[in-house]
Structures are given as C-alpha cells and as structure tokens.
C-alpha cells in the first residue's frame, strides 16, 4: 500500500519555466491537498479538492492552479515559476474534514 | 478567519522528562483537531486526534487536552526520547480547509 505518492522528489527551475506536480493516493480518499512549506515556517495551504472534479483556493494560492479530473491524483501547476516559489511541496489526502489526513514525502522545489 | 497558532517556536526538554507542546485556535466553531510530528526531512505523520466532545484524549505516551472555554489544545509526551525530537504541528480540519499552525520544535537532549 503505497499511500501518497509525490512525482518527483526533486527539482530545479529557471524563472519562468513551467511545471507540473502530482500527487497519487491509492486510499479512496475524497480530500486532497497541496502545501508549501519554507524554513522556518509551517505548512501553509496552496489549494485544495473536496472531490473528483472540484478543487478550491487555500491561503496562499496566487501563482498556483490545480486540477482533480480523477479521484486519485491532484496535479499542482506552476506556470510561470518565481524564485519565491523555491519551497517544499507536501501533498496529502484524507477520507473526510472529521478523518487524519496523510502526507507524501515532499517535493524540494528550487528556482533560480 | 481562522488560524491555528502555537505559542513557542522551540521546546527543549531532557531525555525523561515530560513535554508539553501549546496550541491555541481562534474558531469557537472548530470540532476537531489534530496533531502531527514532522521529522527532519519528511512529511508530517498523524499523532493524535480529539474531538470537541472530549477534554482529553489519550494514546501510548501522549495525552492531548482540550480547552474549548479558552479555544486552547496541548500535547504531552510522557518520558521523552531522542527519536521524539520533530516538529509538533496541531492542526483544525475545519470548514474543508486542513489549517495547520507554525509549529514547536522539540529538541530532546541526553
């Protein structure tokens, strides 16, 4: 049971330069979302997806756009990537807002 | 709106003694909570979880307590190890959002 599963581990960006994300869970789970997190700070909300289909903005979504056309994954978008978005990228997903939700391994994100 | 926050960036305890990690809420409305341990390097694991029909909540050697007149939750790991040295998130799950807040550090010394 691999749980959440973040592609890829690592990566390194030129300002400007565009990338995807993704993040696959193998629980059925309804709730996904994404999170950055910088030194020294918490884990702050990117954008989130209360199911297939749908997804919503979190705290910190500008730069950022999300897509949850099947159950299991939820792609993170960086269209136009800013040094500012060097960071680590955690993905997780939970049954319900009342349930545990469960954390991938991160991405590190650098931008240069 | 809403927000989870910690009251101490960095707890430091002996290996044996008892910690206690703070987290206060601002949402009267927030139902339940949970803590989670980020260890250096990798994601945050679950810990422990409380509802708001509890005050306290108890799993092997963590005890959270909650406070809904003060909107204030706490951790105590009992007999602290090395291997508990992490950063300890509370988080509210509220309203579809899963908000967490800044975090304590604890750092466990021999």
């Known amino acids: 049971n691999a749980g959440v599963t973040q592609t890829p581990k690592f990566r390194v960006l030129k300002t400007g330069q565009s990338m995807t994300l993704l993040c696959a869970q193998d629980m059925n789970h309804e709730y996904m979302y994404w999170y950055r997190q910088d030194p020294g700070m918490g884990l702050r909300l990117i954008h989130y997806?209360?199911?297939?289909?749908?997804?919503a903005k979190g705290e910190v979504p500008d730069g950022y756009n999300v897509s949850r056309l099947k159950k299991q994954n939820f792609l993170l978008g960086l269209e136009s990537a800013a040094p500012s978005q060097t960071s680590v990228y955690f993905c997780?997903?939970?049954?319900?807002?009342?349930?545990?939700?469960?954390f991938g391994q991160g991405t590190r994100l650098t931008v240069v | 709106g809403e927000s989870v926050g910690l009251h101490l960036p960095t707890l430091s305890v002996q290996e044996g003694d008892n910690s206690i990690i703070n987290c206060a809420y601002s949402n009267s409305a927030s139902d339940y909570f949970i803590w989670y341990k980020q260890e250096s390097g990798k994601g945050p694991q679950f810990i422990i979880d409380i509802r708001s029909n509890m005050d306290k909540r108890q799993g092997q050697r963590v005890t959270v307590l909650l406070n809904k007149t003060v909107k204030h939750l706490s951790l105590q790991i009992a007999a602290t190890q090395p291997g508990d040295s992490a950063v300890y998130f509370c988080a509210d799950p509220g309203f579809q959002k899963l908000v967490f807040g800044t975090g304590t550090r604890l750092l466990v010394s021999p």
């Open positions: 997806s209360v199911g297939e289909g749908t997804t």
């Open positions: 997780a997903s939970s049954y319900s807002s009342t349930r545990e939700a469960f």
